[in-house]
């Protein structure tokens, strides 16, 4: 299972776009790359996930480079709400189920 | 639509005490997932399940044991509770189509005394 690295914490305004950045060396030619959104006290969402180039939901963007080392979350215009713990986690998609690693993750603070 | 159910939402126990952690989940699942997470940490895979009636380790097994006797429900259990099991727990379902797509119980924070 590839390792990723992504900062510990982040600090932003309200309004501001937020980019999230894991680099993930290690990742094998199967590997999808798969971001995570946790709050306090609840568990973890599902937010995004992609193979290569940008992939784009309707909640944040993700921006996959060509040699897929890394990757960036992107999320438009923060509120209040958007302060959580996210994660970045690279494993294969549909087989052997969901033993993708967990990180300590980054947590983005947003202030008003 | 309730998704993924944890019981109980929060327990006190005392150490060498027993208790069985129940997940339900109405969404057809194959696979159910285990994760304990513990202070300013990530989430650590306990056991998971590919399907009915079977079961297999992930990273930190040591301690509990689990089973998986209808599709719906994956039950943790802890034979001997020890404070290093003080945690909040976290059970979760996926789709064979779809394995990294996971959705999350609300938890279950532990305390073992």
């Known amino acids: 299972l590839a390792k990723t690295t992504q900062p510990i914490s982040m600090d932003s305004y309200e309004g501001q776009e937020v980019n999230i950045t894991c680099s993930h060396n290690?990742?094998?030619?199967?590997?999808?790359i798969t971001w995570y959104q946790q709050f306090p006290s609840q568990g973890p969402r599902f937010i995004i996930q992609?193979?290569?180039t940008k992939v784009t939901n309707e909640v944040a963007s993700l921006f996959i480079p060509a040699d897929r080392k890394s990757s960036t979350l992107s999320l438009p215009r923060v509120s209040l709400s958007d302060t959580a713990v996210y994660y970045c986690?690279?494993?294969?998609?549909?087989?052997?189920?969901?033993?993708?690693?967990f990180g300590a993750g980054t947590r983005l603070f947003v202030k008003a | 639509n309730a998704g993924v159910t944890q019981t109980p939402k929060f327990r006190v126990l005392k150490t060498g005490q027993s208790m069985t952690l129940l997940c339900a989940q109405d969404m057809n699942h194959e696979y159910m997932y285990w994760y304990r997470q513990d202070p300013g940490m990530g989430l650590r895979l306990i056991h998971y399940s590919v399907g009915e009636g079977t079961t297999a380790k992930g990273e930190v097994p040591d301690g509990y044991n689990v089973s998986r006797l209808k599709k719906q429900n994956f039950l943790l259990g802890l034979e001997s509770a020890a404070p290093s099991q003080t945690s909040v727990y976290f059970c979760?379902?996926?789709?064979?189509?779809?394995?990294?797509?996971?959705?999350f119980g609300q938890g279950t924070r532990l305390t073992v005394v």
């Open positions: 979760a379902s996926s789709s064979k189509s779809s394995s990294s797509e996971a959705f």
């Open positions: 290690n990742i094998a030619t199967n590997d999808y």
């Open positions: 992609g193979y290569k």
């Open positions: 986690l690279v494993g294969v998609r549909n087989t052997g189920g969901f033993k993708t690693i």
